[in-house]
């Protein structure tokens, strides 16, 4: 009981606004062009490590890409490890666009804003400040915790969890179980109502090169095989495709544990449930699952022509293709059928699904810890609809969480604010983040 008290204390608190600002102020913006440089943002990291008495290595597959991983030993050496990460790169940020400049760090009235505020330089104070915290207490956690500071995961992570998983697995060993993005920050679907959704699964990525070939001519001329007409028509018909519903475990387990809260009369294990009709009834609730009943594959980019009289031989489409766990097969095959005999279709960038146990006792622990903080606060599971660095740490056996607490006013729609305009964290919500993660990793 000691330990609660002395940790996480009034420097933590302190320290999570001012690693989160200046975090942000160290512009990481990742294009997926190969010029970003996180080294400034990994070597901040590092000293902060470091100045705890925690050794930070750094490693880079690019020079100035770097990723900063660091283990803190756990008093049990029975325990497995568990692996704590986030990204040091963003996604680009138009000033133009926001109200105060994306690279500020700007904390006003309360509020810290800048791109990274959200996604996902917040998490990665909020951890930096908690294990400073024990390091000035004598704190040590129960397992093992390793701490993995990744670059380039809003690109292809080649340069950074790819390559930390590839070439430097000995550094996770142990890890069993990871915890990141994309999870326990507070929706309020309704007035009343707070719900803090841990992901526990993620869809995989099946981004798509499509390439429809033709006979080359002039666009006055009779021609039947026209590629540009065949690529539209292929992308028309995977624009319309309705897939069919396929639920996995997690999902389920969120319709269920929203149908009861809403109390919506219905048994989410018949296999004739009608998912559309019980979404429906979840108003805004239902966002939470609506992207993740289905495998999905939206038309992104079209790249075709380029005189408005001459029909060029090659038409190239790009979809965002996601799949959800056990649903590969059923993806391949459609993509054949909607494509049709004159376009090929290839993966242009592909990531596996990933599923982890909702009955776990990291769940039940993870819940917990954010009940403890918020108990009117209701902790579901979900299936995130795109992806994270988890899938690459799932190669070396690590099931990831999605679990970044936070509680956010209800007025926030802090979900449209990843990679979106005007990203800013309110400074309550990284104290109670801070609260939630030391409690959560000191006991994990
Ligand atoms: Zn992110």
Known sequence: MAEEVRSPDTTALDEVVTFTS??????????????????????????????????????????????????????????????????????PADPAEWSVHPFSGEVRDGVVWGRGAVD???????????????????????????????????????????????????????????????????????????????????????WLKLTARGRAGHGSKVNTANAVTRLAAAVARIGAHT???????????ALTELAALYGVDVDTSAPDLDVDVLLDKLGPAAALVESTVRNSANPTMLEAGYKVNVIPGQAVAYVDGRMLPGGEEEFAATMDLLTGPDVEWEFHH??????????????AKLRAAVERFDPAGHVLPFTMSGGTDAKQFSRLGITGYGFSPLRLPPDLDYGALFHGVDERVPVDALHFGVRVLDHYLKSA
Not at 243 to 253: H, S
Request: glycine residues 8%.
């Open 243 to 253: 897939w069919p519903v396929r639920l996995t475990t997690t999902v389920r387990a």
């Open 22 to 91: 200046e975090l942000i102020r160290i512009d990481t913006t990742n294009r997926g062009g190969g010029d970003c440089r996180e080294r400034p943002a990994a070597e901040y990291v590092a000293e902060r490590l470091a100045d705890a008495g925690i050794e930070p290595t750094l490693l880079e597959r690019t020079p100035g890409r770097t990723n900063v991983v660091a283990r803190i030993p756990g008093t049990d050496p029975s325990a497995e490890a568990l692996l704590v990460h986030g990204h040091l790169d963003v996604v």
């Open 350 to 363: 592909r990531e596996v699904p990933l599923e982890a146990p909702v009955d776990s006792p990291t769940f």
């Open 120 to 206: 996902m330089k917040n998490m990665d104070a909020m951890v930096l400040a908690v294990v400073r915290s024990w390091a000035r207490h004598g704190i040590r956690p129960r397992r093992d915790i390793v701490l993995a500071y990744t670059a380039d995961e809003e690109a292809s992570a080649e340069d950074g969890s790819d390559f930390l998983a590839d070439r430097h697995a000995a550094l996770f060993e142990g890890c069993t179980e990871g915890i990141s993005e994309s999870g326990a920050f507070s929706f309020h679907p309704q007035p009343g109502t707070t719900l803090y959704p841990i992901a526990a699964g993620e869809r995989g990525t099946a």
